[in-house]
C-alpha cells in the first residue's frame, strides 16, 4: 500500500471515529466523502459498529422486557394509539411539560 | 449452518419476525426507554427501529457483525436522530426501576446478555480517562461540551480520548473476531 493510501485510511479511520462519537461538521464531512472516494470499498460502518459495541456493554444489567401489545403491534405492522398507558411507566409530569 | 434471525426474516419467515422480537425486542426498548424522552416516543421509535431491521435484513452479514450489534446499530441511529431533533439530554429515568416492574431476564434474552458481556470485557481494557468519555458520549448520549462540564477535561483531550478510545476498542475486537473465527484448513 502506498504511504499516501495509508495516510488516508488513518484519516478516514479517525473521521470515522470522530463521526460515529458526536457527528461530523460540514467540513469534516467534505473531507470524509472526498477521501471516501479515492479509497473506494472502504468499509463505512466499521466505527458505527464500534461505537454500538459501547453502548451494548452498557445494557447488560439493564435489559428489560418488550411491552406485550407492543410487540404484537410490531408484529402485525400496527401502530398503536398514543398515550394509552397509565401504568407506572408512563410519563412524569416532567416528561410530559418537554417541548 | 443454519440461516440466521435476519437472514430468516429477510427471506420472508413470517416466525423470524417473532424470534427477532423476542431475542431483540428487549434490548431495543430498554435502550428507547433510555434515549426517548417518555413511553409515547419510545413505543414509537421502537417502531421505527424494527420497521428498518425489516427492511435492512438482507443487509445483515454474520461474518461483519452480530445480529444484536446489527439491530443496535440501527437503533442507535434512530435515538441520536431524535436526539438531536430534540436538542436535549437523554431521559433522566433510571432504567434499573422499571426493569422492577418488567423484569426481563428470560432466555430467549441469553445471546444479548452474553454479547453485551463481551462488550463490557473489551471496553474495560481501554485507560480508564477514554471508557470515560466514551460512556458519557455514547452511553448516556452527552454533547462534547456536557462531557467538557462533567469531566473538567478540556473540549480537544476530550474528543482525543473518544477517538483513541474508539480505535483502540476497534483494534481489540477485531483480534477478537480473529480469535475466534475458525482456521481454513491449509491442504
Known amino acids: 500500500m502506498s504511504p499516501r493510501k495509508e495516510s488516508s485510511q488513518v484519516r478516514i479511520l479517525e473521521l470515522l471515529a470522530d463521526e460515529a462519537v458526536f457527528g461530523l461538521g460540514a467540513s469534516q464531512e467534505r473531507e470524509l466523502q472526498r477521501l471516501l472516494r479515492a479509497v473506494p470499498g472502504f468499509d463505512r460502518d466499521c466505527m458505527q459498529r464500534v461505537a454500538t459495541t459501547v453502548l451494548l456493554a452498557g445494557v447488560e444489567d439493564r435489559l428489560q422486557s418488550l411491552p406485550p401489545a407492543l410487540a404484537h403491534s410490531i408484529?402485525?405492522?400496527?401502530?398503536?394509539?398514543?398515550?394509552?398507558h397509565t401504568s407506572p411507566l408512563s410519563p412524569s409530569s416532567a416528561e410530559l411539560s418537554e417541548p | 449452518m443454519p440461516p440466521t434471525t435476519l437472514e430468516r426474516v429477510a427471506a420472508g419467515d413470517s416466525a423470524a419476525v417473532e424470534d427477532c422480537l423476542r431475542k431483540y425486542g428487549g434490548l431495543v426498548w430498554s435502550l428507547a426507554r433510555k434515549f426517548c424522552a417518555n413511553y409515547a416516543d419510545a413505543e414509537d421509535a421502537v417502531q421505527e427501529?424494527?420497521?428498518e431491521v425489516w427492511r435492512h435484513a438482507g443487509r445483515f452479514d454474520p461474518e461483519v457483525a452480530s445480529e444484536a450489534t446489527y439491530i443496535t446499530m440501527i437503533a442507535r441511529r434512530r435515538f441520536i436522530d431524535g436526539l438531536r431533533r430534540?436538542?436535549?439530554?437523554?431521559?433522566a429515568a433510571p432504567?434499573?426501576?422499571?426493569a422492577l416492574v418488567s423484569e426481563a431476564g428470560h432466555e430467549a434474552q441469553t445471546e444479548v446478555r452474553e454479547e453485551a458481556a463481551r462488550a463490557r470485557h473489551h471496553l474495560r481494557q481501554l485507560r480508564?480517562?477514554?471508557q470515560q468519555?466514551?460512556?458519557?458520549s455514547i452511553t448516556q448520549g452527552l454533547s462534547q461540551s456536557q462531557i467538557v462540564e462533567a469531566t473538567n477535561l478540556p473540549l480537544g483531550t476530550v474528543k482525543t480520548h473518544a477517538r483513541r478510545g474508539l480505535m483502540r476498542l476497534r483494534q481489540l475486537l477485531e483480534a477478537d473476531r480473529d480469535a475466534?473465527?475458525?482456521?481454513?484448513?491449509?491442504?
Open chain 1, 75 to 84: 408484529a402485525v405492522g400496527e401502530r398503536p394509539p398514543r398515550n394509552q
Open chain 2, 49 to 51: 427501529v424494527f420497521i
Open chain 2, 86 to 91: 430534540r436538542g436535549r439530554e437523554p431521559n
Open chain 2, 95 to 98: 432504567i434499573q426501576e422499571e
Open chain 2, 128 to 130: 480508564p480517562e477514554q
Open chain 2, 133 to 136: 468519555v466514551l460512556e458519557l
Open chain 2, 180 to 187: 475466534s473465527s475458525p482456521r481454513e484448513d491449509p491442504s
